[in-house]
């Protein structure tokens, strides 16, 4: 079923500070990890210079976010004290902010005391927390006082703990049940705008992941945008066999997959092939509108 499909009214814009992400035609976050373990990119970007080199190509290859993460989440990662996610990231947005002023970022982080600082002294415009306020109970508060985006994930455990046997009786059902609680929450506390994120790999078997993207769809019918992160995961790689390197070509497969099931942001390490997706796949979509009137 294609969004065109769908009954459910979802909003299509949130604003950031003062600008206006518009959701009627998907958008693409480009990832940047200033961490050493990222299980793709860790290490990669660990200076000022190549930080800076990066935000520039992705940029020029139409990123709309940058999403910023100083804290590894990968499965089993160590624990990042705060000090030292906030020295990474306040490495980055310096030397982001001394180039890109007007670039709009999110950052990465579970921690309400870590969006503060990087909103209020970096202008940081999203915050992107994978434990919907689970890690931390002063981040939905927070992130209402800072009238800022908030992503919500869904995460079953820990990033530690999360992959240890993950179970659901059903995990669509469950995930929107629990989505519709912090929903709730996030608006009490003044939280104008919400993007969905169910989490794909964390705390999530294959068949979980596969069984997600393909009821994506339904997570419409709360009627905020979604963003669906499976960049280079194992999801592709382990079920061709290969690796988070060799897996572009599946991360573009399952991009348009979620698109077709209703994603407006997809959050991806290779911005050039997700930004073709989306032009591809909005022509398309305007040709299927095209048939449908004759």
Not at 75 to 90: F, H, K, N, Q, T
Not at 98 to 114: A, H, K, N, W
Not at 115 to 132: K, P, Q, T
Request: proline share 4%; aromatic share 8%.
């Amino acid at each position: 079923m294609s969004t065109k499909d769908t009954l459910f009214s979802i909003k299509q814009t949130i604003n950031c500070h003062g600008r206006l992400i518009d959701f009627s035609t998907p958008r693409v976050m480009g990832i940047l990890n200033v961490t050493p373990d990222s299980f793709y990119d860790g290490g990669f970007y660990g200076n000022e210079k190549v930080i800076v080199n990066r935000v520039s190509e992705m940029l020029s290859e139409g990123a709309d976010i940058i999403d910023i993460g100083a804290y590894s989440s990968r499965p089993g990662a160590a624990p990042v004290p705060s000090d030292a996610e906030m020295e990474r990231l306040r490495m980055a947005l310096h030397a982001i902010r001394s180039v890109f002023s007007g670039v709009i970022l999110s950052v990465d982080t579970f921690r309400s005391e870590i969006a503060s600082l990087v909103v209020r002294e970096f202008g940081v415009s999203i915050i992107n927390d994978i434990s919907a306020g689970l890690l931390d109970d002063k981040m939905i508060p927070t992130v209402g006082e800072l009238q800022v985006p908030y992503i919500m994930m869904h995460m079953q455990g820990t990033p530690q703990s999360m992959q240890k046997n993950p179970e659901y009786q059903d995990v669509t059902k469950e995930i929107l049940a629990f989505f519709a609680k912090r929903i709730s929450l996030a608006q009490n506390a003044g939280i104008q705008d919400i993007v969905l994120d169910p989490g794909f790999g964390f705390g999530k078997t294959m068949e979980h992941n596969y069984t997600l993207l393909r009821e994506l769809n339904l997570f419409n019918m709360l009627g905020w945008p979604v963003m669906v992160g499976i960049s280079r995961k194992s999801m592709i790689y382990k079920s061709l066999n290969t690796t988070p390197a060799n897996a572009l070509n599946g991360t573009t497969v399952l991009n348009t997959l979620a698109l077709h099931n209703g994603a407006k942001l997809l959050r991806v390490h290779d911005v050039r092939e997700a930004v073709e997706t989306v032009q591809l796949y909005t022509l398309y979509l305007k040709a299927s509108t095209l048939s449908d009137k004759i």
